[in-house]
């Protein structure tokens, strides 16, 4: 450890009036960094020159009408040749300022509660963290995709910039692996709220929590390390270049610094909460912490503050209260401590504590290596034993207060149970929230508390429960889990008739079109100048057809059907008369009437191992106008959804799932469905990108379809968020489907999503979308895939 030169304090900046919960360092200018505050600003920090060790304030910014709590630097673009500053709120918004105005050029707005984490990531995304438990996913002023999976307040965010990777740490003790808008894996190990995340490189990263550890984890899933120095919650982590180091900050009054994997120096700071930490370009530290103050940190001895600034940091430190339910210092007896002739004695190492007793007072003594000596943190109070004194019960807990707030005049008072310990805000924000009572009163009950303790306000900690931030006591989120894995057994029949075992399952749209496998276009020149494939807007539908073999298959399985379910005569020809007026080769059939599609909506609720013939009959009816109008309409169409979302469900039958794809991509083919479709998107896309991990070749063709379809619709849309969704959806599906059509339908929705539209394809080269189909450029064999696949990388380049 001695081969490193040990950080020294640099200066203290006196910049803001309140707590300081974030820090970044800037793009612009050189050296600088950025703070936000609870005093609701931001602001930007610039050094002074090389004799001054010292930062000037350059820049202020506001626009949150509420505490600012996390800040990121969004990396400079053509547009923004500076960068962008932006920073998340207690007032639910994100605030997005250049660096030469102190008003936010825009606001993004979504969470539904405090965004308490931010992260950049190439091309100007954007990923936020809320105790709403989501995350979500910005562009171009627009929320790109919601992460959600979650059970309580997201905490931390990190990009994994290569790969298209984000990661996230939340209250609910997991950290969560996204690709594409779905949560890949789920990383569990901590055993309380994650505080923050650290990317080390493209395969590895850093946490840390309220569980005084940091762990570190490959990407794939296994935690490689975890590191223990900290003895109360960790709240912030940065990496060094070298992508080894690091350091870390917290409750516990520290800045750790971490080397070759062990903790080598703790500097101490006269306030409790060490909220957050930046690295800059030349290694300095900065830490913002509880008391309002910036401080930098520096190993360069030119850069060191002063002797007399140096011995006034240290004298301010020995100054300093330290209650003992806020670290891990016992139970303190002032009998059993020894004096001050125990500094004689050398420390083990860096950071160790002592404890002596001077006369009737507690001191509390670390060990400094690089000076060889026992520095003093600070005045121990409120020793167990006075704590028992003066102890209020209040719902089988002690506390040092319990106060009566009477919010209704003549109404009964509402008891707010408080410990010096405590964060005042954070008090006040709970005890709104658990009598339901308006955010307004935020400022009014945090002050309230502040006065009524005065003089025993050691410094904020984490309250122990019943808040967005630990998921515990009254606060229960929504819960979400996981789809449960599921078997893919093959659908077979009997008899002849299996559905979807045609060879060609896509539509003859024109003798031109790749998605015929017709030889309309056999010029290699003329395939490599021109891009026959996308973007794609007329709607592939499924239209092969045997209706003999359906109707037989149909009054096969109604005759072996129990009693109850039973086809009449008569309901059976009217179905068999349907089938041949939608499927009728000329225009003489008459059309199909309102008593038959009443009936094939009637029987399409068959029980579901003998339903399938019926469906096939659904699946080519609603191509015909009458029925599409009538069973996508306006009244009927929600049901019709999701009827065959039902269908779809991921523990149903292969045979039903795909012709419940199937009938939702035919339904693109009349104005009522696409409407019907459109307004359902978000729904039915959800259920459809499940099923590509069904082992079932059909299956994912009908997916790519009803993917690439809703991409052809929303060509040209301004629709960003829709586009994030099908981009998502045909990306994951990548991962699993390996049939070539299915594939080439993917790449076809892909290259229509992004044809003509910038933001969507600063979104694809975002998600990886490039790297994830580089693969498919060499697939000669259909040559439609390798060469859709060329003119896709050459639209995201």
């Not at 935690?223 to 003895?231: G, I, L, P």
């Not at 190492?349 to 520095?375: C, F, H, N, P």
């Not at 599906?733 to 892909?750: C, G, I, N």
């Amino acid at each position: 450890m001695a081969s490193f030169n040990s950080y020294k304090l640099r200066c203290s900046i006196p910049g803001h009036e309140m707590d300081v919960r974030g820090l970044a360092a800037t793009v612009f200018p050189e050296g600088a960094f950025v703070s936000v505050s609870r005093d609701r600003t931001g602001r930007v920090w610039v050094p002074n020159s090389s004799s001054d060790k010292g930062f000037t304030e350059m820049h202020s910014m506001s626009g949150h009408s509420n505490f600012v709590s996390c800040v990121c630097i969004i990396a400079p673009s053509e547009t923004y040749p500076r960068g962008l500053v932006a920073t998340g709120g207690n007032d639910n918004n994100i605030c997005v300022f250049s660096l030469d105005r102190p008003q936010p050029l825009f606001t993004l707005k979504g969470h539904k509660n405090t965004v308490c984490t931010l992260s950049s990531g190439k091309f100007g995304t954007l990923l936020s963290g809320s105790w709403d438990t989501t995350a979500k996913v910005w562009l171009n002023e627009k929320c790109m995709m919601t992460l959600q999976g979650h059970t309580a307040a997201v905490w931390a965010v990190a990009i994994l910039p290569e790969q298209g990777l984000m990661l996230s740490g939340s209250a609910d003790k997991t950290i969560k692996l996204w690709k594409a808008g779905r949560c890949e894996k789920t990383f569990t190990g901590h055993e309380d709220c994650v505080r923050d995340l650290a990317v080390i490189s493209n395969t590895e990263f850093f946490s840390c929590s309220n569980d005084t550890s940091i762990r570190r984890w490959l990407v794939t899933g296994e935690c490689v390390q975890v590191y223990y120095s900290h003895t109360n919650f960790i709240y912030s982590l940065a990496v060094f270049p070298n992508s080894q180091d690091f350091i870390s900050t917290g409750e516990d009054r520290s800045l750790r610094i971490w080397r070759q994997g062990e903790c080598s120096q703790t500097i101490r700071l006269p306030a409790q909460s060490v909220w957050c930490c930046c690295i800059l370009p030349n290694g300095d530290i900065v830490v913002g912490a509880s008391d309002g103050i910036i401080r930098v940190f520096t190993e360069a001895e030119d850069r060191t503050a002063s002797a007399e600034d140096l011995q006034a940091f240290e004298d301010e430190l020995s100054k300093a209260t330290i209650d003992p339910k806020t670290g891990d210092l016992g139970d303190i007896k002032l009998e059993d401590l020894p004096g001050k002739e125990h500094l004689n004695e050398p420390g083990n190492r860096d950071g160790q504590t002592r404890l002596i007793k001077d006369g009737q007072k507690v001191e509390a003594y670390q060990w400094s290596v690089s000076d060889g000596r026992w520095m003093k943190i600070g005045d121990v109070v409120g020793g167990s034993n006075q704590q028992t004194s003066k102890s209020v019960m209040y719902e089988g807990k002690e506390y040092d207060y319990v106060f009566s707030i009477d919010v209704n005049e003549g109404g009964p008072s509402m008891k707010l149970p408080y410990n010096v310990t405590d964060d005042p805000w954070l008090t006040a924000h709970n005890f709104l929230q658990k009598n339901d009572l308006s955010p307004m009163f935020l400022d009014q009950v945090a002050n309230f508390i502040i006065e009524n303790t005065k003089g025993h306000v050691v410094g904020p900690a984490q309250p122990a429960g019943g808040d967005p931030f630990t998921g515990g006591a009254r606060y229960i989120p929504g819960s979400s889990s996981d789809t449960a894995g599921f078997g893919a057994d093959p659908f077979t029949g009997t008899g002849r008739y299996i559905p979807g075992s045609g060879p060609n399952p896509g539509a003859p749209v024109g003798v031109a079109d790749p998605f015929t496998g017709g030889g309309a276009y056999s010029s290699a020149a003329l395939r490599q100048t021109t891009n026959i494939y996308f973007p794609k807007t007329d709607g592939v539908t499924f239209e092969q057809a045997n209706s003999s073999q359906i109707i037989a298959k149909l009054k096969e399985l109604n005759g072996g059907a129990p009693q109850e379910h039973k086809l009449s005569e008569e309901v059976l020809e009217s179905l068999e008369r349907l089938l041949l007026s939608v499927c009728g080769l000329n225009s003489s059939e008459p059309a199909p009437t309102i008593q038959q599609i009443n009936l094939l909506w009637k029987a399409s609720h068959w029980p579901e191992d003998i339903v399938f013939p019926v469906l096939d009959i659904m699946r080519l009816a609603v191509r015909h106008p009458q029925v599409n109008e009538s069973l996508c309409g306006e009244a009927e169409g929600v049901q019709l959804c999701n009827h065959l979302l039902n269908l779809m469900r991921p523990e149903g039958r292969p045979a039903n799932q795909m012709l419940a794809l199937r009938t939702l991509c035919n339904c693109f083919s009349g104005r009522h469905g696409r409407a019907l479709l459109m307004a359902q998107r978000e729904t039915v896309l959800s259920r459809a990108a499940d099923l590509a991990t069904v082992c079932n070749k059909n299956i994912h063709i009908a997916l790519a379809t009803l993917v690439l379809n809703y991409a052809g619709c929303l060509h040209l849309q301004p629709d960003l968020e829709a586009k994030a969704q099908c981009l998502s959806v045909a990306s994951r599906a990548l991962e699993t489907v390996q049939d070539k059509e299915a594939v080439f339908r993917l790449l076809v929705a892909l290259g229509t999503t992004v044809a003509s539209d910038q933001t969507a394809q600063d979104l694809a080269r975002s998600l990886g979308v490039s790297s994830q189909i580089s693969k498919y450029s060499s697939v000669s064999d259909p040559s439609k895939v390798g060469e859709c696949c060329q003119l896709l990388l050459k639209e995201l380049q």
